[in-house]
């Protein structure tokens, strides 16, 4: 059944918020944006960590907030709900990152808490037994998870030695850390040169500056320099197939190369991406979900890191349709690979990144999200205002041409987990196949 579009609106250009930005003294680097949507402000601190060792980084993002020197955990908590606020870290390859929210006239108060973790993080040793045994249940119920296994699988296929290749520890290296090796990294990299502050929020973006200036000020010192070197191009072979005996799906994992954010052609790739599967609408979606029914959902993105970015599409499919559902993914790719997309068909992935790129600006949290991230590379939000006309303006021709050098089957790697006995014949008839542990 055709699909009938409204007359396209003219695309209005992006209304950026205020905001103000001041490198301190210390080397943090301070961006404040007002928006005042709600008498509250987010806050976002990226800290850079890549190449730390990756099973203390870990148990360190997890115990950051378990007391100081003057506070124990329960203390921050009860300080922080005061204020109506709240704080968490996590790690990803590239940065150490703390987020929170609190209430517009309780930031000072937020910060201070904030600048107490970061100058006097104790790790006790009771709490960091607590949180090194919780790191340890979560990281094995991660491994009897096929979806993480596949993802292991296919970041080991892309990276080989890099750093990135492996992006979660083992359970017996996280019980090996001890609160000792905690706060050596803290004191190694746990610091504010070159770390970037994002504040949100119903504020005046110069008077939150000079806040975080005043409370944070204090923290000093430079960390080691833990610049990753950039991705190895990657490299196309067989499909590396992951036995899970008895398994009754499996776990279908495609990696292809893909463009950073500056480059001038990221705009029709991310397009190209869109059609191929990167939302409901796409053709892979409606091949191997809607035509088919051979898996609930599928879905291909830009993942970005500092030292490079790739293009992931993952889907799980019944056991017995496995090799047929790689068939359909490789003529999609080749579709998208040697076809332009219609023009009805552009329109609709158009309009969905333009609106996705609006939703995620609207809210407080979205704009910190947003904000902090291209932070980390470097960016800042006037970015968004040429990427938003680029996407406006990418041509049938510039995103047929992004697909066909990215997009297509003969530069992919691929990854399938589940259960050989019953799977290889099916994956052999399309492509060489070996094998590879879990």
């Not at 110069?206 to 990657?234: H, M, N, R, V």
Request: zero cysteines; proline letters at 6%.
């Amino acid at each position: 059944m055709t699909k009938t579009l409204p007359d396209l609106v003219p695309d209005a250009e992006l209304n950026l918020p205020l905001e103000r930005e001041r490198t301190l003294a210390n080397g943090l680097t301070v961006i404040a944006i007002r928006r005042s949507a709600v008498p509250l402000v987010e806050v976002r601190l990226r800290i850079p960590f890549g190449r730390a060792p990756l099973a203390p980084a870990t148990l360190l993002s997890q115990a950051l907030l378990t007391g100081t020197s003057a506070m124990s955990s329960i203390d921050i908590a009860a300080e922080l709900q005061a204020v109506g606020g709240s704080l968490a870290a996590g790690l990803d390859p590239d940065r150490l990152l703390i987020s929170g929210n609190a209430l517009a006239d309780g930031l000072d108060r937020t910060l201070e808490l904030l600048a107490g973790v970061l100058t006097g993080a104790a790790y006790p040793e009771t709490e960091v037994a607590t949180e090194r045994e919780r790191l340890v249940d979560h990281i094995q119920v991660a491994l009897s998870q096929p979806g993480h296994l596949a993802r292991a699988a296919l970041l080991s296929r892309m990276y080989g030695a890099h750093p990135y290749a492996v992006q979660t520890p083992g359970p017996e290296e996280v019980r090996a850390v001890e609160p000792a090796a905690l706060r050596e990294l803290h004191a190694e990299r746990v610091r504010p040169d070159g770390a970037v502050l994002v504040l949100v929020g119903d504020i005046d973006p110069e008077q939150a500056i000079d806040t975080a200036d005043k409370i944070l000020g204090g923290w000093t010192g430079s960390a080691p320099d833990g610049t990753i070197p950039a991705t190895p191009a990657l490299e196309t072979g067989p499909l590396l197939l992951v036995d899970r005996p008895g398994s009754v799906q499996s776990s279908l994992r495609i990696a292809l190369p893909a463009l950073t954010r500056t480059d001038p052609d990221y705009a029709a790739l991310y397009l190209a991406n869109l059609v191929f599967g990167g939302y409901f609408s796409s053709r892979w979606t409606e091949n191997i979900r809607e035509d088919k029914g051979y898996t609930y959902g599928s879905y291909s993105s830009i993942e970005h890191f500092v030292a490079g970015s790739a293009l992931v599409a993952a889907a799980e499919v019944a056991t017995e349709v496995t090799g047929p559902s790689l068939l359909e993914t490789q003529y999609e790719l080749g579709r998208i690979a040697s076809l332009a997309p219609g023009e009805e068909e552009l329109e609709q992935a158009r309009r969905y990144a333009l609106g996705a790129l609006r939703l995620n600006m609207s809210t407080q949290a979205g704009l910190a999200g947003l904000a902090s991230i291209y932070a980390g590379f470097g960016l800042r939000l006037n970015h968004l205002r040429d990427y938003s006309a680029a996407l406006s303006a990418a041509t049938r021709e510039e995103v047929a041409a992004a697909a066909a050098k990215y997009l297509a089957p003969s530069r992919a790697v691929t990854v399938v987990l589940g259960d050989a006995e019953r799977i290889e014949a099916q994956l052999a008839a399309l492509t060489a196949v070996e094998r590879g542990a879990a």
